[in-house]
């Protein structure tokens, strides 16, 4: 059976999140604001929940409609196929979002939604009341410029939840935002990454299990894993092909940073949870004293932005170390996100490209300062 599925992304993520998808072998995609759309079968529920890296949930879509009255939302939410997903018992709350719409009234729209879907169950299961005490399938009534998409999450907990961050740091990074930062660099596994600025060291696990190709989703649990339409064989299946598809046996070389010692003890434990402690190293440097003897490699950070007034200062003086420390690595490219919008004077140099990106609610710009290719070795391969 095929479906269609939505990925859910940030704002400026979804190029990322798309290719992605796309990684996966699922050539039917669409990329709008804030989703990429694919179809798929049963299966691809299993894989994208437990692959993609920088998409926020994984939605299967029940249906889409125009909607500029309140019989109209409750005649075709109920004509959907509620019964093929839901079973007697589910547990169905609704959420809702409105934008641009007739139908402003969001509490208004979950509770005709809602109603809608009991009817349809009724008429189905041929019962007048329902326990709601087995799966949970979280129905959302998404409007927006009168057209009404409904959807059943499947994800559960967003997907930066992976399951290895349990401490928490002053103005984490997302690990969905973390992995796209790398993956909107020229690194590469057989270069070196390293992350002055790494705080619970979400940017340097994020590019390790990049580079060990494991599944990010590998140790957690997912919504769609009780419901019955969904087999336990299929997730069975899609993690059986994440762990062989693994490359465990990779050397990594990635290095981060910080002058805080108690969030990089963090960073420590996070990176032995999510299984990659052999192939990432932390230390307690200030940015000022980072030096290297590779020629080559990737600089990826999210330094402080100086967003409160009294900030502001210090993380100007910090964008200065930043360009006097960075300055004599010419050959590296170096990546960095903030919000600060006068960085480029501070840093001293303008950026090769910028890409605005949001981290939470955060406007940024990630600002992109390219090396030259390394050379190839006799392997053929980059050093």
């Given at each position: 059976?095929?479906?269609?599925?939505?990925?859910?992304?940030?704002?400026?993520?979804?190029?990322?999140?798309?290719?992605q998808?796309?990684?996966?072998?699922?050539?039917?995609?669409?990329?709008?604001n804030?989703?990429?759309?694919?179809r798929?079968?049963?299966?691809?529920?299993?894989?994208?929940?437990l692959?993609?890296?920088?998409?926020?949930?994984?939605?299967?879509?029940?249906?889409?409609?125009?909607?500029t009255?309140?019989?109209?939302?409750?005649?075709?939410?109920?004509?959907?196929?509620?019964?093929?997903?839901?079973?007697?018992?589910?547990?169905?709350?609704?959420?809702?979002k409105?934008?641009?719409?007739?139908?402003?009234?969001?509490?208004?729209?979950?509770?005709?939604?809602?109603?809608?879907?009991?009817?349809?169950?009724?008429?189905?299961?041929?019962?007048?009341?329902?326990?709601?005490?087995?799966?949970?399938?979280?129905?959302?009534?998404s409007?927006?410029?009168?057209?009404?998409?409904?959807?059943?999450?499947?994800?559960?907990?967003?997907?930066?939840?992976?399951?290895?961050?349990?401490?928490?740091?002053?103005?984490?990074l997302?690990?969905?935002?973390?992995?796209?930062?790398?993956?909107l660099?020229?690194?590469?596994?057989?270069?070196?990454?390293?992350?002055?600025?790494?705080?619970?060291?979400?940017?340097?696990?994020?590019?390790?299990?990049?580079?060990?190709?494991?599944?990010?989703?590998?140790?957690?649990?997912?919504?769609?894993?009780e419901w019955?339409?969904?087999?336990?064989?299929?997730?069975?299946?899609?993690?059986?092909?994440?762990?062989?598809?693994?490359?465990?046996?990779?050397?990594l070389?990635?290095?981060?940073?910080?002058?805080d010692?108690?969030?990089l003890?963090?960073?420590?434990?996070?990176?032995?949870?999510a299984?990659?402690?052999?192939?990432?190293?932390?230390?307690?440097?200030?940015?000022?004293?980072?030096?290297?003897?590779?020629?080559?490699?990737?600089?990826?950070?999210?330094?402080?932005?100086?967003?409160?007034?009294?900030d502001?200062?210090?993380?100007?003086?910090?964008?200065?170390?930043?360009?006097?420390?960075?300055?004599?690595?010419?050959?590296?490219?170096?990546?960095?996100?903030?919000?600060?919008?006068?960085?480029?004077?501070?840093?001293?140099?303008?950026?090769?490209?910028k890409?605005?990106?949001?981290?939470?609610?955060?406007?940024?710009?990630y600002?992109?300062?390219?090396?030259?290719?390394?050379?190839?070795?006799?392997?053929?391969?980059?050093?």
């Open positions: 059976m095929k479906i269609e599925l939505i990925a859910t992304a940030a704002m400026g993520l979804e190029a990322v999140v798309a290719r998808v796309k990684a996966l072998g699922y050539t039917d995609v669409q990329v709008d804030g989703k990429v759309t694919f798929g079968d049963t299966g691809a529920i299993c894989r994208a929940n692959w993609l890296r920088s998409a926020d949930r994984v939605l299967v879509k029940l249906g889409e409609f125009p909607a009255d309140f019989d109209q939302l409750f005649e075709e939410t109920k004509a959907l196929s509620w019964p093929d997903w839901l079973p007697k018992n589910a547990a169905f709350p609704v959420n809702g409105s934008q641009k719409s007739q139908l402003s009234s969001v509490p208004a729209c979950q509770s005709v939604v809602k109603k809608a879907v009991v009817e349809s169950l009724k008429d189905h299961y041929h019962l007048e009341w329902f326990p709601e005490d087995g799966p949970k399938y979280v129905i959302e009534v409007l927006y410029k009168d057209v009404a998409t409904l959807t059943l999450d499947t994800s559960g907990p967003g997907l930066h939840k992976r399951g290895y961050r349990e401490l928490s740091a002053p103005a984490p997302k690990e969905t935002l973390a992995a796209a930062l790398v993956e660099s020229y690194w590469n596994p057989d270069r070196v990454l390293l992350d002055p600025f790494c705080g619970s060291g979400t940017i340097p696990i994020e590019a390790a299990l990049i580079g060990l190709n494991i599944a990010p989703g590998l140790g957690r649990k997912f919504a769609a894993e019955p339409t969904v087999p336990k064989d299929l997730w069975q299946r899609a993690r059986e092909e994440a762990r062989d598809l693994a490359r465990w046996d990779r050397k070389s990635i290095l981060g940073t910080d002058i010692g108690k969030v003890s963090m960073a420590k434990y996070h990176a032995r949870r299984g990659v402690k052999e192939h990432t190293r932390f230390l307690e440097l200030p940015v000022s004293k980072v030096r290297t003897s590779h020629e080559y490699g990737c600089i990826i950070c999210n330094p402080p932005y100086g967003e409160r007034l009294g502001r200062e210090k993380a100007e003086q910090i964008y200065r170390e930043m360009g006097r420390a960075f300055a004599p690595l010419e050959t590296w490219s170096i990546y960095v996100l903030t919000a600060h919008q006068g960085f480029e004077k501070y840093y001293g140099r303008r950026a090769d490209r890409r605005k990106l949001y981290n939470g609610r955060i406007r940024c710009d600002y992109q300062y390219f090396g030259p290719r390394p050379p190839l070795t006799n392997e053929g391969e980059s050093d």
